[in-house]
């Protein structure tokens, strides 16, 4: 497959993820940006109703997205919570790289996590190729220098993480707009007070910063599984409806 092909195919799988990216996409994000500053908001205002209410808020709007998506949206959106969820309880509950205010798992968390995958989505669609290249080269001098001062060597294994992602995934576009978005989004949550990054991660022993600089790859990687599943899904799920066509014509 030369380059040219392999753009083609990137583009097709960022393109399936979302049936209709084209109607409404600026009004959808700027929904989902008032839903997670808003929210993040909330819940750092109120110490114990912020949450609940943010709880409720944020599963009223990603219901809602649910409900009025095509089949493939919905699968992926499904997926994403899925793996949002058990994401959240390995790295904040068992690993301990980062703790909530409350020291839970907020349940607005997940499909929060969902919600900022479909901005990505929204906003890679439209992004330019060059982007693939220009985030990883951007950072890349910043990465090497908290390395370099024990500031952050966590985050350089986290930005040779992200560099596979962005080498081997089906969507790179995907990959390196959520680079962006998550990092802008800890330092708003980090800022407010949401959530805590552990200044030395548990079990490796290395410096991190408040939040990682390279903290958007945990979220590249989510993204990462949940375009692999539903490729894997779009296959089966067709030779399952052949089956079924089959079946009852005989």
């Known amino acids: 497959m030369n380059a040219e092909s392999r753009t083609l195919h990137r583009r097709h799988d960022l393109g399936t993820l979302f049936e209709r990216t084209g109607r409404g996409a600026a009004a959808k994000s700027l929904l989902i940006v008032v839903a997670i500053s808003g929210g993040l908001l909330l819940d750092q205002t109120l110490p114990f109703w912020g949450q609940v209410l943010t709880n409720v808020a944020v599963w009223a709007l990603f219901l809602h997205w649910l409900r009025a998506a095509g089949s493939r949206e919905r699968v992926t959106l499904t997926v994403c919570v899925f793996y949002a969820t058990l994401g959240e309880i390995f790295l904040a509950l068992a690993w301990g790289l980062y703790e909530y205010r409350l020291g839970n798992v907020p349940l607005f968390v997940p499909p929060g996590h969902a919600l900022l995958f479909a901005l990505g989505a929204l906003l890679a669609a439209r992004a ?8 990883p080269a951007a950072v890349a001098p910043f990465v ?13 294994l986290l930005f040779a993480l992200f560099l596979l992602c962005l080498r081997f995934g089906r969507a790179p576009r995907l990959y390196a707009v959520m680079f962006v978005l998550a990092l802008a989004m800890e330092l708003y949550g980090t800022w407010l007070g949401n959530w805590t990054w552990s200044r030395t991660v548990p079990w490796l022993g290395l410096s991190t910063l408040n939040p990682p600089l390279a903290a958007g790859v945990f979220y590249c990687v989510l ?8 490729a894997r899904r779009g296959p089966r799920a067709r030779a399952a409806a052949i089956s079924t066509e089959r079946a009852s014509a005989a």
């Open 144 to 156: 090497c220098v908290l390395a370099l001062w024990d500031a952050d060597t966590f985050g350089a």
């Open 128 to 135: 330019r190729e060059w982007i693939v290249w220009f985030i």
């Open 223 to 230: 993204d990462l599984l949940v375009v692999a599943t539903v």
